[in-house]
């Protein structure tokens, strides 16, 4: 019964090959080596593989239908909650637990036995091609890799169908999910406060991120040694790994926070300075792990590694910035034209071009996900303004929309995962030592650094809102995503459960206690004119009044229709240059000078003007609820925040549901009319 | 150099097996046979397949991204013809022109060698599983099944990678682009023609569809047989080919005549006659040839076939409609909620309810697409009525974008494929047979049926309707889907390329004479009063009337919240039941009784203020254009649609540009606040 089976890759001829498998290269097609094994029996030899894929078909579309109904059970509750006001569980929140049930059910109700539709091919092939012809009685199969699985895997798989078909590719993840959050990250980055905090929120996020990588990489390590001792560790687990570790738990992620800050109305600084900092210490951390996953294979332990990694990091980094920029300015070039008469093909084509700076990094070995973001920033800066209206409105419901059902599922899926994953690896020295260092990683972050910007800072940042910020360091779907994109070591699985736990604690327990924390650190509400006025200067200006003014005065007249017409600009000399690069709705625009950003120019009386579009509306009973410059006394106690919470709430609920993110804030003025429309439907819903 | 190699599958176990290999299904893991073939040369056994993997996904990203640049040329271009106000190309001919460009190039400029990433292990396994677990030195990899390649394909891989990359499962077309498409047709054909012509669509939907499937398969036969006479034929051709030959293209797609027809503000009988048409035979075309290919593995000539086949597709259809007919009900009844105060729950939740029709359909063995078509009509008839005002902007504009990006993606596919498949068997005996069977079949549809119908008529189908119907019969999106489906026979193959032709021709030659042959035929514009009011009672109304009563009485105010309130409608000893099911807001809705379907009382004072909300605006000169009451003298000549193409060209490109299917018409009439806003939208754009 021995069969003969002539077996061979295409991928990798190399020296090591034996002759006679060079032979049969010959023998057969040029760069084709088949292995062919003869069987007997042939007597199924006309199975109807039809049926079998048919049956997987819809096993595959119930699958999806379990997560899709989890996700209306979720929108179903957040209404509940959002109904009746309750704020200690966010979305997110509830859609973690949501997953965590229909997870235990799978796991421990439903024993699917294993539909047989496996087979093992034990073929000692010396690899693994993306791509495998498999000749089935002379009818040949294409498959595709899925990926690799642990050795305790091949019986689970035989064990229990259901919790396999229910594991996604780690990469749909990172190719699907996280793009549409990030980008909406970006695209609702637009805010005042974000660019006159701009110096402080870079610092977190570059330099606080890096300390925060490297601190809990060392006590991780120091944790690790700890266990190798008491002998607790099944495998190994060298620095590297500690030190991906700390770039993957070291991406926050305040969604829950941002959420109730928005719907507080809680001081504009430290949203901005919380939501920036969050945004780009994805980022960060996303470069940082690639760069430490990218030198892994050269030497465990080396010292070397560091400065070449930050290299690397920094390469990458400086290469997907400026090629995510430069695209992020096409788009903007291209929707300079007319397209705005057209809002289906102009919605049509900005989501394309986001989705392109994604895949055309991908390609180019860049980070799609860090070059979405930067699209998005620069979008929704320059390309927004060209957007007629109407587009302006698709594109923002439509990321918005993209946002919430990416999170949410995410979300779900984590909790699902907690008990679906089949080789946690919990270990309670490492998870201790986990929530320890994820702590002290976030303080060495926040409080140093708060003291050296501080600084120079005019305005300082007070301490409650140090102790706010260290509070919202939650991880979510960026740490979950880098550390379920590979769990194929021992490394790395244990590090996987660990950050599950991480994240659910940070989203539960921190997430739940935001309004707590904000009356007990007595953060104030925004709006009082008082203190909007004193935090006008609070950063260092003249780095970002020559930003200012560049932005103001060149790139925005030629980039969008917005701004002054650059004939007003520049000199006198470059005259025809300007009058060729204006176009003429800027010098309709000459009289309306006031863009978006205009109160970036750092004019005290600007500031009340510019939330004056925001803040007066009207409540349920008809009463008028204004937080801002109406009402124009200094609230700076938790008096004012149970106020608001007793007082404004359904207003501020509302305008909290409509956008998660806060997208209405960052709108430029719009002509009257929308604005009136706006207005209108705020009063309507 | 034998090796052993043991192999089974687990996914078939049957008496066939031979008596060792069920020994070692004993000795190895209970449900598991592995073959173990194991090599002495295994120098290479630490091959860095993460190196590849990258690869493989920068090579699919880079891939991807040339569909997205080629549907980024393509919405500029359109944008081009919509700004110059060419009509003689529609958007959906130029993605396919493009498409055309790129499988020009990717064909015979581009030869990207094989990138050696393909083994083929030809094992006479007696299966192809699903799943595939492979050794490769110990360590497992997980493969999927992608599908049968044809033996002449496997050298192709070979060959050219890059054609083989570009090419998409064809499920993917089935699965992901074909129902939002599907949804957004049904979603937008909430129509007053199309209830008032309901019985004449409904003859030309499923006795047409049926009658011109027979009569294209019956004519390919012939011709099937005289190829085979003169030996012309390279492989077998059954009887049931032909029949599914006639059942897929019977699918009839003009998008190009209704997007020009809505332009033009032609007679909105005939739009709807089209239109209707043209979504339900869709929805039989699919549900027929699917019966067709379940019936082939038990005869390939029978004659009892076809009776089964009717009798098991009317099963399907019946149950898929019920089926999907109760989901979209229940949706209605969940977003009776309040959670109109949210919109982006309600648009998330909406999203989600029409996803999970297509995918409740697909696990239940329905045709999800079908399953989609009518979810989206009840949608659009109750549960829109329930959607607060912006979700209604929302859900709308979100499925006419993924309607707009699947139809230029699906077509731009086309093109491309006519020189990136490799199999085409272009045979031109089968193709003049195949156009004339299409001519043929087109008109046994249109012109029989339309003279029993003008039997039972009021107002006749006309001539010149009849004419305007046969030559609307382009092929489209879904034909192609369904011929892509399956191209592994050589019957299949012939098909597929005839039918690539088909599409090409119809959508370039009859979508590109649209505009000329409206003239030569005199077909009139809407509008006119007189016009209308001849043609309020053209269908013989007892069925209607009943069914309408029932649906305003009863069905509206339970499921909606619009129409009279149900105190008012039952019987007096419902009374307690009635007021239990009535919402408040139904209540405060009685004085403005008029809903969206209210002209479908035949009453004539009521459609002149129906058009009332979309006709008045104002062309880019600031003249007032009215194709309607305003200007109501009868223009029934083609003299008024050339004076209509000179003319109110301006404004009628912007409308049927933002939608390309006419929603703005189906629209309720909304509170006073929002018509005003849309007015408003339509001047400012």
Known sequence: LGRNANMGSTC???AAMSIWRRLSLFVLASSLCSCLCRAEDSAMENIVTEKKAEESHRQDSADLLVFILLLTLTILTIWLFKHRRFRFLHETGLAMIYGLLVGVVLRYAIHVPSDMNNVTLSCNVNASPATLLVNVSGKFYEYTLKGEISGSEVNDIQDNEMLRKVTFDPEVFFNILLPPIIFHAGYS???????????????YAFVGTVVSCFIIGLLMYGCVMLMKQIGHLGGDFFFTDCLFFGAIVSATDPVTVLAIFNELQVDADLYALLFGESVL???VAVVLSSSIVGYQPEGDNSHTFEAMAMLKSFGIFLGVFSGSFA????????TFTKLRDFPLLETALFFLMSWSTFLLAEACGFTGVVAVLFCGMTQAHYTFNNLSPESQDRTKQLFELLNFLAENFIFSYMGLTLFTFKNHVFNP???????????LGRAANIYPLSFLLNLGRKYKISSNFQHMMMFAGLRGAMTFALSIRDTAT????????????????TVWICGGGTTQMLSCQKIRLIGPDGVERRSTKQESVWFFRIWYNFDHNYLKPILTHSGPPLTATLPACCGPLARCLTSPQAYENEEQLKDSDSDLILNDGDITLAYGDITVSTDATGAHTSGTPVGGVAVNSDEALDRELAFGDHELVIRGTRLVLPMDDSEPPLPLDSRRHRHKNETMS
């Open 281 to 283: 210490n994805d980022a």
């Open 189 to 203: 980055l637009k805010r005042r406060h974000f660019f006159r905090n701009l110096g402080s929120i870079l610092a």
């Open 12 to 14: 990798e001829i190399n």
């Open 490 to 505: 021992y490394a790395r699985q244990m590090m996987f459960s660990t950050t599950l736990l991480v994240v659910f604690f």
């Open 429 to 439: 020295i490492f998870i201790v030592g986990a929530f320890l260092a994820v702590f």
């Open 327 to 334: 695209l992020g300015v096409a788009t903007g070039v291209v």
